[in-house]
C-alpha cells in the first residue's frame, strides 16, 4: 500500500505530538568542569570546514581565513605548569590515542583546559569534548 504525503504528515504529527518544539542550538560541551588538580580537560569543537569529509577534503575552503588546523590551545598558566612551550609540538594523549600538535598558548582559553578542534587532520582519534587530557613537549 502507498500512503498519500498528508497521510504520513498526519501520522508523524501523531507519533511526535507529546514533543516540545526547540529550536534552542545545544553545543555539546561538558556539565562540569574538573577542577584544576584534578588535571586537564579537552575542550573541542568542529570548525566550519571540518564538519564532513568533503568539505574536509577541499583544498580550496581549507585555503580560507575561516579554515581552523589541529593545534592544542591552552592557557599560559597551563604551558608553565606542564612544561610546554608555544610554537613547538606537544603530545597529547587521551587514553590509548595521542596525536602531536603546535602549542598554541592562548589566554582565551580557561586555565585547565587544552581547546583542541575537532574533525580536523591531527586531532581524529582524540576523545569527546569534555574528556580528560594529558599534555607534554614532544
Known amino acids: 500500500d502507498s500512503m498519500s504525503s498528508t497521510a504520513v504528515r498526519d501520522e508523524v504529527a501523531k507519533a ?5 518544539a526547540d529550536n534552542r542550538a545545544i553545543w555539546p560541551t561538558p556539565n562540569q ?4 588538580e584534578a588535571g586537564l580537560v ?4 568542529t570548525p566550519l ?5 568533503i568539505v574536509r577534503r577541499a583544498e580550496p575552503l581549507q585555503k580560507t581565513a575561516d ?7 591552552v592557557h599560559e598558566t597551563v604551558a608553565v605548569a606542564h612544561e610546554v612551550k608555544e610554537g ?6 587521551q587514553g590509548a ?5 603546535d602549542l598554541v598558548v592562548d589566554n582565551r582559553i580557561a586555565p ?7 574533525g580536523t587532520a591531527g586531532s581524529i582519534g582524540l576523545a569527546a569534548n569534555g574528556s580528560p587530557i594529558e599534555i607534554t613537549q614532544g
Open 112 to 118: 585547565g583546559c587544552v581547546w583542541i578542534p575537532a
Open 33 to 36: 568542569l574538573n577542577a584544576e
Open 88 to 93: 613547538r609540538p606537544v603530545v597529547v594523549r
Open 67 to 73: 579554515a581552523v588546523r589541529a593545534a592544542a590551545h
Open 42 to 45: 579537552r575542550l573541542a569543537e
Open 97 to 101: 590515542q595521542q596525536a602531536t600538535l
Open 49 to 53: 570546514y571540518a564538519v564532513d569529509g
Open 16 to 20: 511526535a505530538a507529546s514533543l516540545k
